[in-house]
């Protein structure tokens, strides 16, 4: 046992906390029962529920007993948003990312020893409870007052999409999540975001109101960035845990691009070393910020958890192909599918390919630079590359050799310079 409150304060992953004093004691005592939930309301977990699942591997690291629910009736109906009404999924499809989503926990939890995890779904004693036994067993003890006082729910209130009773129940719902959570296996403790704050808080009430003991809430912080940005965004949308939703190279890059003001704090969140060793990294950034220490490490080691070594350090070899510090020949074919997915691509028939396709127009149409005249310039001037090696002038042309196999399609790599990169996807 550690004195792990301390350490997740140290992490600056404690927003707010019912009783601090009191959970502390209930920790040090351990071990202790905790349940942290999913909705299945996408196919694929992200990186807010990354946080979630890291805190559950610390409190487990330390002695704990971890309950995963994944909410096979929550995610019928779906926690309000800030936004409006969510659209209700069918069951089939709730169904179907039940089991993605309980796949996707087991990565990150141990399920065997004395601390071993266990998967729950609230499905199972939600599904056969009538309305009048939820409504005199439940309902009675919620007042309607302190619900409207929700943050969301408030919010909802006050804005033109109103909100349904069906998702202004979800707090309910989840509060009998913890009560029978706490009936069924003596769980005492359940952490979340802190916009759950208000559902996280409805179950310890219920727990208090209805055994007549006390239970525990802890809330992280909800993850920023410096520049304003939604953290786990990405142009090209979120950055999801499922490598078909987000390939292992686009997750390592979004670690890699991490703002300098935000790296250290990821860190501290993202990875699993001491925090010694952190603060050690962050001095060393600190005095070179340009080598990217600390983004690195941060990259290396959240694309391990998630996706594990090998495709970490394809993911890495890929980054350092692209670049023109590595080969392209040695890349998986699916890694370097992924990876050039994530640039600026021109998509041309392989009959033009066979015939010779002018590299300029390749660059140009695939954007790298503003016109075909400016194409030739950087060909002349050598600053244009195809496949990483220098183009030899401005009329030459793309042919099948120049194609790589990236699974089911083709695609040549151009740069213009150092860091401007693109793609040639041969089609057909």
């Not at 969301?152 to 202004?168: D, K, P, Q, W, Y």
């Not at 890929?318 to 992924?338: K, N």
Request: glycine share 8%; aromatic share 8%.
């Amino acid at each position: 046992m550690t004195d792990i409150l301390s350490e997740l304060k140290a992490r600056d992953l404690v927003a707010l906390s019912t009783d601090e004093e009191a959970l502390s004691q209930a920790l040090d005592a351990g071990p202790l029962n905790f349940y942290i939930g999913f909705d299945p309301t996408a196919p694929s977990l992200h990186m807010g529920n990354l946080v979630q699942l890291l805190f559950a591997r610390r409190l487990q690291q330390a002695g704990h007993n971890p309950f995963a629910l994944v909410g096979g009736a929550t995610g019928l109906i779906g926690d309000p948003r800030m936004s409006g009404e969510r659209t209700l999924n069918e069951r089939e499809v709730v169904e179907g990312w039940v089991e993605r989503i309980r796949s996707q926990i087991e990565r990150f939890l141990d399920f065997d020893g004395p601390h071993a995890a266990q998967v729950v779904n609230n499905l199972d004693w939600t599904g056969d409870l009538s309305a009048i036994d939820f409504l005199r067993d439940i309902g009675k003890h919620f007042s309607v007052n302190r619900m409207l006082a929700k943050e969301t729910v408030s919010a909802r209130l006050n804005s033109e999409h109103g909100i349904s009773f069906t998702e202004f129940s979800y707090q309910i719902l989840q509060a009998h999540d913890f009560l029978q959570l706490h009936r069924r296996h003596g769980v005492v403790l359940q952490h979340g975001g802190s916009d759950q704050w208000g559902n996280l808080t409805a179950g310890t009430d219920l727990v208090r109101r209805v055994e007549r003991v006390s239970a525990h809430a802890v809330a992280t912080p909800l993850m920023t960035k410096a520049d304003g940005t939604k953290f786990g965004k990405t142009e090209s949308g979120t950055v999801w845990l499922d490598p078909e939703l987000t390939s292992p190279y686009a997750f390592s890059q979004f670690w890699l691009n991490a703002d300098d003001r935000d790296v250290v704090k990821y860190l501290k969140v993202f990875s699993l070393r001491p925090l010694a060793e952190i603060e050690q990294i962050a001095a060393d950034f600190a005095e070179a910020p340009h080598k990217r220490l600390a983004q690195r490490v941060l990259a290396e080691d959240a694309t391990t958890l998630v996706h594990g070594e090998q495709q970490t350090r394809q993911a890495f070899a890929a980054a350092e192909a692209l670049f023109g510090s590595g080969t392209l020949a040695e890349l998986q074919p699916a890694t370097l599918d992924a990876a050039t997915r994530e640039l600026p691509t021109a998509e041309v028939p392989a009959s033009e390919v066979s015939a010779g396709f002018p590299v300029v127009d390749a660059f140009a149409a695939a954007g790298i630079v503003k016109s075909k005249s400016e194409a030739r310039r950087a060909a002349k001037d050598g600053g244009a590359y195809v496949n990483n090696v220098k183009v030899a002038g401005e009329d030459q042309v793309l042919t099948t050799a120049d194609v790589l196999d990236a699974g089911e399609a083709g695609v040549v790599l151009l740069r213009r310079g150092k860091k401007r990169l693109g793609a040639v996807r041969v089609i057909g």
